[in-house]
């Protein structure tokens, strides 16, 4: 017999509504909200949620898990984090709230590329400590599937060892082979180019589930995300991109006209942006806590969602530029900065997110036929989860079916 779990006497249960993804528009605030509810789980599938006055009575066993005062959501899903990383920046961090900028620490060998010595020093045993600690941060703020792109090693044992500890820690891996060029190429970018394609892709993608390119000034350019991003696609590789970050580099049409899964970051999206991509089916990831933590301005949200894009929000959980692991607390940046509605913001990190991943007919929901991953939050109305910023929240994290 499956073993059966009853969540009952929740305060509330929210979920975004509906069977569809990505949601647009205003269908991404529509969040059902159901009073004095249960959540009854079935392995690791949902197979009821309802009130608790309608609740069936139950033939054989089934353990049961008092919810009382605890609000329910479901599971949050984290699409864009760099969780393959040794070492910290907390020096960096220092210098740049003295006044250096992040672009100058990164021309100037420091940013990414000192991340990328910490990292091949790590080793595969370090990375798989790392990833797994990452992962258990995640975890504790409620989030129950995450990416976790490579990009830190940039040689091929590095880079398949990053993603190899993403799979292994049940994380979903992204190969972000064109993250910036090595030291050993010297600033040869196609040279690096010809390497990461000819020698890292072909395993990469027995791995990986997508690939993603760092477009921008002083990264790669458009002309060389396109060589990167064609050459995976035809290994089979979804496609995403790190686009608009500090500046337009044509990240948005190379997305769209190449049919990619994702553009992230779209700090610096004018207005054309906006409308392309609200034309497409890109999905615009929002990742506030990097604008926030970078001092930048935050990405036209509001703009995106009223003119029919559709948009997830992800932590980008990184040592340099987002160290903030908290889907929570990017509610609450979604909430004060984005002027995203606190359900806008929960669509964003449960279903869309999950549609970037491609799992949305199984993540994202409280429903039947889901997986039952709920997060349990300790407070007396679901929207403290944008409300309360920097608050904790969770009380109990529940993936698929299994109590922690
Ligand atoms: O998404 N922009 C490029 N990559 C990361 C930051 C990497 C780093 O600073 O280590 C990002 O912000
Ligand atoms: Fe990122």
């Known amino acids: ?70 609000c329910a959501v479901p599971g949050l899903v984290d699409c864009h984090t760099h969780t393959a990383f040794g070492g910290d920046r907390v020096d960096e961090f220092s210098l740049r709230a003295g006044g250096a900028s992040y672009e100058e620490l990164h021309a100037r060998g420091g940013g990414i590329l000192s991340t990328v010595r910490a990292t091949r020093a790590a080793g595969a045993d370090g990375l798989r400590d790392a990833v797994r600690r990452h992962a258990s941060w995640m975890r504790a703020h409620g989030t129950t599937t995450f990416e976790g792109k490579s990009g830190y090693g940039l040689d091929r044992e590095t880079e398949l060892a990053s993603l190899w500890a993403v799979r292994e820690s049940g994380g979903v891996p992204t190969w972000l082979g064109a993250h910036a060029v090595p030291p050993e190429f010297d600033g040869d970018t196609d040279a690096y180019l010809d390497f990461a394609l000819g020698d ?10 997508a690939a993603d390119v760092f477009l921008e000034r002083g990264a790669f350019d458009a002309t060389q995300a396109r060589r990167y991003l064609e050459a995976c696609r035809d290994a089979g590789l979804a496609l995403r991109l790190h686009g608009d970050q500090f500046t337009e580099q044509g990240a948005i049409p190379l997305a769209v006209e190449l049919g990619a899964r994702s553009v992230d970051h779209l700090e610096a999206t004018g207005d054309a ?105 300790d407070v007396p109305d679901w929207r403290y989860l944008a409300y309360h910023l920097g608050g904790d929240l969770v009380e109990r994290t529940i993936v698929a079916g299994e109590l922690p």
């Open 1 to 70: 017999m499956t073993p059966r779990l009853l969540v009952r006497d929740l305060e509330q249960l929210a979920t975004p509504a509906g069977r569809e993804a990505p949601l647009r528009g205003r269908a991404l605030g529509e969040v059902e909200v159901l009073e004095d509810a249960y959540v009854l789980c079935r392995g690791d599938t949902i197979e009821a949620v309802g009130r608790m006055r309608d609740l069936p009575s139950l033939d054989g066993d089934v353990e049961e898990l008092s919810a009382r005062g605890l």
């Open 200 to 209: 890292v892709l072909p395993e990469a993608a027995k791995v990986a589930e």
């Open 273 to 377: 942006g906006v409308r392309d991509l609200a034309a497409s089916d890109v999905v615009g990831v929002l990742l506030p806590a990097s604008a926030l933590f970078l001092g930048r301005p935050m990405p036209p949200a509001r703009a995106l969602v009223d003119a029919g894009a559709a948009v997830a929000l992800a932590t980008d959980f990184n040592p340099g530029s987002a160290f903030c692991e908290s889907l929570p607390l990017c509610c609450s940046l979604a909430a004060t900065q984005l002027r995203l509605s606190p359900a806008e913001a929960l669509s964003a990190c449960t279903v869309n997110a999950a549609h970037v991943l491609e799992r949305s007919d199984r993540l994202g929901r409280l429903a039947p036929g889901y997986r039952a991953d709920l997060v349990l939050l």
